[in-house]
């Protein structure tokens, strides 16, 4: 019972949080795939937990995977675009 109650609560803060990221990268202007490359890598990070506790296979395969996006993540934050300072 709690576990299902678990993971439709992370499936819609999940969905809340995906709108939140598309109307804040529209709102900035951000346009292209290598500066969405991290928030998606960090989607499929929850994504790919919640199927694997859905699923009961937490197992080496779903952990590597966890690891691979998060250095992906990591890695391609370079891309994201930075906020301009603004001299007072």
Known sequence: MLSTVMAI??????????????KKRRKAGQTGLK???????????????????????LGVVIWSLNVVFL?????????SLVAEEHNS
């Open 71 to 79: 250095i992906m993540g990591a890695y391609f934050t370079k891309y």
């Open 9 to 22: 609560v992370l499936m819609v803060f999940l969905v809340v949080s995906i709108i939140m990221v598309i």
């Open 35 to 57: 500066s969405a490359l991290t928030p998606i890598c960090f989607f499929a990070i929850a994504i790919i937990n919640l199927f694997g506790f859905l699923f009961h296979s």
